[in-house]
């Protein structure tokens, strides 16, 4: 089936939300200003949490490594400028609870004086082992929002021989554009990219999909493959959530991955735009991953855009330097459907930062939920084919295993269901509020388990010990009964030899 086909068969899943990416998208790129403070989180990424290999009042050079992958799934992070390590210590997370992580903060000299690099002119001449030791090097992880640490992904697709790359350039959120501007700009870097990923995994094909309202995106690109037969462009259908890595798989290739199973076990690996980008600049020059592309829009926004801006800049500053015509009443990190609520801008974009939005008045508005009305267009938008008003429906019941039974753990939190929903239910919100109890159960189960068997394993010890006890009384008595049974023999046999004599 071809992939014309394929998209008109694709099943009606998904919505269609106004995509408000204007005027932001089509602003020129501009570079932010280095900031005075960067604030480099040591969790950017999936996995253990990165080991600081630098000391308060050290200078650093820009790229230089500030610290190391603290296991096999994290990711090293470099310097975005050079300056002074003055603080390892707590900051506020990127993330609703306002919590703390560990962050390395640098004052910049001015100087941005960089460290040694060491490029490559010709990848394909390494070997994919060596291309894959130096992404890892790089700190390089999935810049779609992810962050999973890309170099494991290229160990996992050489694995399992996997011929088909595709590369992410759906960009589905409303708001954001740093994707579509990162293929604008840098389609070349984009594709060399992703040829570099191809030769590290042993890919025989790439399938760039492109969501067909970037139409600019989409001649960069072509323009970029035109020497390139194994990379093919595919514009799909608008329609949210197709930068979501199983609909764009399906959209592309018509194979599904099962539920329990990654995309590499169906022969086929993905990878966004912007990391293939971050790849090229790993490869050919050597540079770490320390900076991206950040859209800032919203209607709080002065002069919304895309900006060059390293990992560790405040949020703040971002909005200082585009403006803001009121103080947002809401801070997100990400998309408007999939992205995270920030309690306040003292807070700094990491590597999955792909946008920060500042909502006015009117867009952080919530309208008011309502009774389900089993209408059945939660169920029709859904993208992974749940039934989100039976889920709801046991989650409101406390039924968190039952609604488990629905595949409440196929859920992807993309929002679909929410936002078509007439009587404007917080489903996500009870999707996520399930998981985690599902989750603290889970945990307690395991304390519970782990008790059980801590008791039973005294029970047995002091069983044991008892039973030791008896035993080593037993033979004590034993030989004392053998002691007496001598000693009377004894007395006896001298008795005898007094008579005799």
């Known amino acids: 089936m071809g992939l014309m086909e394929r998209l008109f068969k694709t099943p009606a899943w998904g919505v269609h ?11 020129p790129l501009r570079v932010l200003p280095m900031p005075e403070r960067l604030y480099i989180p040591l969790l950017q990424h999936v996995g253990a949490p990165a080991r600081p290999v630098v000391l308060v009042g050290q200078p650093v050079l820009k790229g230089q490594l500030i610290a190391e992958p603290g296991g096999n799934i994290s990711a090293p992070i470099h310097a975005p400028t050079s300056g002074t390590v003055i603080a390892i210590g707590d900051l506020t997370a990127p993330h609703p609870s306002g919590l703390t992580l560990p962050a390395i903060t640098i004052a910049a000299d001015g100087a941005d004086r960089w460290a040694e690099l060491h490029g490559c002119d010709d990848p394909f001449a390494l070997a ?14 999935g810049l779609g929002g992810a962050t999973f640490p890309s170099a494991v992904k290229f160990s996992l697709g050489k694995r399992l021989d996997v011929g088909t790359l595709i590369v992410n350039g759906g960009e589905c959120e409303p708001y954001l554009s740093s994707d579509d501007r990162v293929m604008r700009d840098f389609a070349d870097a984009v594709v060399d990219g992703v040829r570099i990923v191809m030769h590290a995994i042993g890919a025989r094909q790439a399938l760039v999909g492109i969501e067909d309202n970037k139409p600019e995106a989409i001649a960069a690109m072509r323009r970029a493959t035109e020497a390139y037969a194994e990379v093919k462009v595919c514009p799909v259908p608008a329609r949210y959530p197709m930068g979501s890595d199983k609909q764009l798989i399906q959209t592309l290739t018509g194979r599904e991955v099962p539920a329990d199973a990654r995309a590499a076990e169906v022969g086929v690996l993905v990878h966004n735009v912007s990391t293939c980008a971050a790849v090229h600049r790993a490869i050919r020059k050597g540079i770490p991953l320390i900076e991206r592309i950040v859209t800032v829009n919203g209607g709080a926004v002065k002069n919304p855009g895309n900006l060059w801006a390293p990992i560790g800049t405040l949020i703040d500053d971002l909005l200082n330097f585009c403006g803001v015509v009121e103080a947002p009443a809401r801070l997100i990190l990400g998309g408007p459907m999939m992205g995270t609520p920030l309690p306040h801008g003292r807070t700094p974009i990491v590597k999955g930062a792909s946008g920060i939005l500042a909502f006015n008045a009117a867009e952080a508005a919530v309208p008011e939920a309502g009774p389900c009305i089993r209408c059945g267009s939660c169920a029709k938008a859904c993208p992974m084919g749940l039934l ?68 039973e394993a005294r029970a047995a010890r002091i069983e044991r010990e008892t039973q030791e006890k008896a035993a080593a009384a037993a033979r004590r008595k034993a030989e004392r009964d053998r002691a007496k049974a001598a000693a009377a023999a004894l007395s006896t046999t001298v008795t005898a030899e007094e008579i005799s004599s």
């Open 17 to 27: 939300p106004d995509d408000r990416k204007q005027p932001a998208a089509a602003v």
């Open 128 to 141: 994919p082992e060596e291309i894959t030791r130096r992404t890892a090097a790089a700190g390089v992880v």
């Open 388 to 455: 989100p008003m039976e889920m709801a429906a046991h989650i409101r019941a406390d039924s968190f295993k039952g609604a488990e039974r629905f595949g409440l753990a196929d859920c992807i939190a993309c929002g679909c269901c929410a936002y078509i929903c007439p009587a404007h239910i917080p489903l996500v919100q009870y999707f996520s509020h399930a998981k985690g109890e599902l989750s603290a159960q889970e945990r307690a189960s395991l304390r519970n388990d782990a008790t059980k068997r801590l008791v």
